[in-house]
């Protein structure tokens, strides 16, 4: 089972993935500001219960954790205090939040995180060679159990291949959406692919983004097609 935890709502944009971020371009159709961060009102779902003392949510319920913002937003550290208490509460379900700042990793870290806790899984977001070169080897260094790389918005080509190793458990890529969507090249795409091959690394093609560079053929794709049309590229790859 999974379910979507968005603790506190609102980011400030930091690099250039941040560009036509999603979250300021729902903000702006409701008239409502992005840059300012809130606690939701869902902030403590996981540990909430029934009147029979069972918590609401079961055993084994996979948390989409903190995808309306940031959760190492430097805005929001004080609230992340209360949310590692309760993802170690909750050691019978996984948490998976994406970052962009993982250098603040360590800032309010539980005193018990140790080598890492064993039902957090940390996604690295890098759109580009800069940022991938800039955050992956602070990445690799921190204690952590379970590794993803994302590359969403995918905006250049990428050599990603020395931070790969068995300590990383997945990549997944994906091109840009929206009307100012910039292009995702289909190369890119292989490219990274093959350094995952190389490497045994599992490898997801997530979404092609709204402009799709194949074969010198520029497409423009609909949002609600642009998921079908990856994995019809057949490219996804898990190891045996």
């Not at 903000?27 to 500001?33: E, G, I, L, Q, T």
């Not at 590692?84 to 995180?113: A, H, S, Y």
């Not at 990428?158 to 990383?168: E, Q």
């Not at 997801?204 to 079908?228: A, D, N």
């Amino acid at each position: 089972m999974g379910k979507m935890w968005n603790l506190w709502h609102g980011c400030r944009k930091l690099s250039e993935g941040c560009q036509n971020c999603y979250v300021y371009r729902v903000d702006a159709r409701y008239n409502r500001d992005a840059t300012q961060i809130s606690k939701n009102k869902c902030f403590d779902l996981p540990v909430r219960k029934r009147k029979n003392g069972d918590y609401s949510l079961p055993s084994d319920t996979f948390f989409w954790t903190c995808f309306t913002s940031d959760f190492l937003l430097k805005e929001a550290d004080e609230w992340r205090k209360e949310a590692w208490k309760m993802i170690r509460e909750r050691g019978d379900c996984k948490f998976l939040f994406i970052t962009k700042r993982i250098e603040r990793l360590t800032v309010n870290l539980p005193q018990d995180w140790g080598e890492g806790y064993d039902n957090v899984i940390i996604a690295v977001t890098c759109e580009n060679q800069k940022r991938a070169d800039e955050r992956l080897p602070v990445f690799k260094s921190l204690p952590i159990k379970h590794r993803i790389f994302v590359h969403e918005p995918l905006l250049s080509p990428l050599d990603i291949s020395p931070y790969l190793d068995k300590t990383v458990e997945e990549v997944v890529v994906g091109g840009e959406s929206g009307a100012e969507a910039r292009v995702c090249d289909f190369n890119w795409v292989l490219s990274i692919r093959d350094q995952c091959l190389a490497k045994d690394i599992p490898f997801k093609f997530k979404q092609t983004g709204t402009h799709f560079l194949k074969e010198g053929r520029l497409y423009k794709i609909p949002r609600k097609q642009q998921h079908s049309q990856a994995q019809k590229a057949e490219l996804n790859y898990k190891t045996t």
